[in-house]
């Protein structure tokens, strides 16, 4: 029982802590999510972490505190459940609707990092091949938890660079999966990696978004017309048609896709905005989505303080780290930015400056993705401590920077469109 | 990673198989919820937990795996998030205009109990004093969980009946509360309890009850007030009114009363319902009993599988296990049933025999608070290994045994009122 009477003070307290966080951010302007990663910061350094380990019972470096395995959980959770929502409204068309534009952006997106990340730490000597190629890996993957988050608050769900971002991220995660696959694989072969497991990586990740995309295209309509026809039938003859509780239902689905996901080596939130698009077509008429997003609510604010939590500011204590990280964030954010905003331009003509610029900035978050990467890199002895701290640093900042400059640039291009909702109806 | 991948499968395994008993349940015309805790059993006991352990990562008996950690801790926030909607949905008058029938019903449905099970231990022999105590306190909890479910599916929270059973097992955790203080402080101290000790958490605990009372009924209607009329006047002024999430804030009260409880020694649950009773009056215009039940309807599963993961089936060998079980079984239905039904009659004389039948039903479920006391009592070395089996035996099947009962009772007496929620809009 302590255990569970620790994880419901360590609950409270962040949640609570989280909110205060978001509104004082939304008095200012600022995009809340941004209070409640700061919150993060706070908790994780606050008399040198001492609040954090000794008051919330949280360790997270090294062998994690049996508390933070609860609050580590209900972060991803919240984190699956926010891109279910995202998914629930993107339908099918949509998403392949933005297919050219949002292939090349996320193309671009992932080799103009990755090439400027490795040049970056083989020109600053000192550092190994392999090391370079995981600084590269980890310059790659958008983490779309946070855009998705402003998108959706601002209700731009529907505007072309929103559904660009979107598809981009899923197909930048799949790319970004295939590009740590061979950094991994160069890494554990002195002589070079197996192909065929390679190959067979790629394969599998392309597969599992195309037939999710497959059954919510093919599938579901036809499961839907179905059971309409049939309960129809039944009514017809006087009885009470089968009905099921369809956001049980959608949550069973969204579980496995993620899980699924995860088996495969792409992300969970893959799997869990896959899953959500399956049910697109009908989460309207069915309340999915309010019903999703009470559970979200009640979760995502986990998500984004525990970013919070992974940044110990107490490593920042050499120059040239400093130095390092601020050149490692430009980098970073202007890669994404060239690389993405170009690659959408290219697949689609009518792309403007400013719909450049919402596209380059949406795709700037490396959120957890980045970590991962680095913490697998690290785990395997390739990636150095200090690069390590440089990798979240950039992604922490990264994603902090990014949302306030592209709600601003949301807000201009659709001031007369977007809706920042209200607190109230989250 | 790995430790989350394990997670996400162990849920959704769960999660589906729990549907999938509750669907079958349901066609079957029973509650839902006894499929579950069978799934649980099952789970349990598959293979001889092989499954269980093996391919979901739970161990549950000694040193918990971190899976469990997750799940357990899921299984608890699901009945804190129940027992918070149903505290939404009871409004401080009721409770206390069921206050004479409520006290007597829980005083005789935590007396009889513990005299009786304390008496049959004593009178089989071969067990000390203090056994005999532990077992009678394990008989006293009532857990609300499983009947405040029936009661909320079948949308009868206002009928006298259900108002009695909400406030006599809010009662009744107080009283249990005292009983286990009582139990404890004599096992510890062979010279006797400490008085000191003993009234200072009677009276922690009984402020706790009164004091969130006492917030319900004169602070939040004042606050209401201020703010309304706030809200009004910044209205006037053309100025737009601030608003906050409710939902949210609630939460964070939610967390903090069930924090609060089980720090002064009171179940979670009774915490999050006191809260939820803090809401009541504005809940529906808030819309937050739907934005609750969303939450709930994602969690609470977790926790019906986790009743039936208790249940070790292999520890049945003995044929006087067994008997002792049955002879508990009946004793601990037989006891909550005179007491709590008498009680209610002797405090309200309209109490009629089909009443008298649902209340003395409703508050048989002991559910995983019996187990919390055995445990602590086993941890204590005071309560045997046998004992404590009987004890979650018990404690799971008054729980199965108790909801068919109960619901076929309210479904005779209220024939014309009662609705089953249908399985879409939970």
């Known amino acids: 029982m302590e255990f569970f009477v620790q994880v419901l003070f360590t609950m409270a307290v962040i949640f609570a802590l989280a909110r205060l966080g978001s509104i004082v951010f939304g008095k200012l302007g600022l995009p809340g999510l941004i209070g409640e990663i700061l919150i993060g910061i706070l908790i994780a350094n606050i ?48 998403l392949l609707g933005s297919g050219k534009a949002a292939m090349l952006c996320a193309v671009l997106g992932v080799v103009l990092p990755f090439v400027a990340g490795a040049a970056l730490i ?22 779309v938890g946070i855009t998705a988050r402003i998108i959706k608050d601002m209700r731009l769900m529907d505007v072309k660079e929103s559904r660009i971002i979107i598809a981009a991220a899923v197909i930048d995660d799949v790319l970004g999966m295939v590009v740590l696959a061979i950094v991994e694989g160069m890494s554990e072969s002195a002589g070079g990696i197996n192909m065929v497991d390679l190959a067979i990586i ?74 959500g698009m399956m049910f697109a077509e009908h989460a309207w008429e069915w309340g999915l989505e309010t019903k999703a997003e009470s559970i979200t609510s009640f979760l995502i604010s986990f998500f984004f ?23 490692v964030i430009v980098l970073a954010m202007l890669t994404k930015y060239i690389g993405c905003g170009l690659g ?66 949301f807000k201009r291009k659709y001031k007369d469109e977007y809706a920042i909702m209200p607190e109230d109806e989250l």
Chains 1, 2 share one sequence.
């Open 202 to 275: 790629i394969i599998k990740a392309v597969a599992f978004v195309l037939i999710a995309i497959g059954i919510a295209k093919y599938i579901v309509p036809r499961i839907y017309d179905f059971m309409d026809a049939r309960n129809r039938r039944i009514k017809a003859q006087g009885k009470s048609p089968y009905t099921f509780n369809k956001l049980i239902f959608a949550i069973i689905v969204c579980l496995f896709m993620a899980y699924l996901a995860e088996y495969i080596g792409l992300a969970a939130i893959i799997g869990a905005f896959l899953a």
């Open 122 to 143: 083989i020109g600053l000597g000192g550092y190994d091949m392999n090391c370079a190629m995981f600084m590269g890996a980890a310059m790659v993957a958008t983490s």
């Open 344 to 409: 959408a331009k290219l697949g689609d003509r009518t792309i403007d400056k400013s719909s450049f610029s919402i596209i380059g900035v949406g795709m700037m978050p490396r959120g957890e993705v980045g970590i991962i990467i680095a913490s697998i890199g690290l785990n395997a002895g390739v990636l150095s401590g200090d690069l390590y701290t440089v990798v979240v640093m950039m992604s922490v900042l990264t994603t902090i920077i990014a949302p306030p400059i592209l709600s601003s640039l």
């Open 305 to 327: 303080v525990n970013v919070g939590l992974q940044v110990d500011i107490s490593s920042l204590t050499s120059m040239d780290t400093v130095i390092l990280i601020g050149a």
């Open 47 to 94: 008399a040198g972490g001492a609040f954090m380990e000794d008051v919330l019972d949280i360790t997270l470096h090294g062998e994690w505190s049996d508390t933070y395995n609860v609050i580590y959980s209900l972060a991803e959770l919240g984190v699956i459940f926010l891109l279910f929502s995202v998914g629930l409204e993107t339908k099918v068309k949509d």
